[in-house]
Nanobody, 117 residues
């Protein structure tokens, strides 16, 4: 069983920056593909960025050039650095893990990010 705990959300003005962290319990973190999703009120949950076990990254068009996903396998942690934030980035951000060995999927509890205009 893997538990994911997000931290780092909060309130920021438009144009500002925030960093999110997701700490994973358990072993074999390096074998997990990790991702950040977000869900705004009334919207479906959407993929923001993902990073493979090998370190390859992928971003939603809406965040390209502004957000950076990274991972530290020694700390069992994945990060999301968010720059040039916009009000439309306001959402609950969720950490997501998928085992490349078992295909099991895990979700964090979510952390709120609010960007004021």
């Amino acid at each position: 069983q893997v538990q994911l705990v997000e931290s780092g959300g909060g309130l920021v003005q438009a144009g500002g920056s925030l960093g999110l962290s997701c700490a994973a319990s358990g072993s074999s973190f390096s074998s997990f593909a990790m991702a950040w999703y977000r869900q705004a009120p009334g919207n479906q949950r959407e993929l923001v960025a993902d990073i493979s076990s090998g370190g390859s990254t992928n971003y939603a068009d809406s965040v390209k050039g502004r957000f950076t996903i990274s991972r530290d396998n020694a700390k069992n942690t994945v990060y999301l650095r968010m720059n040039s934030l916009k009000p439309e980035d306001t959402a609950v951000y969720y950490c997501h893990a998928r085992s490349t060995r078992t295909a099991r999927v895990y979700w964090g509890q979510g952390t709120q990010v609010t960007v004021s205009s």
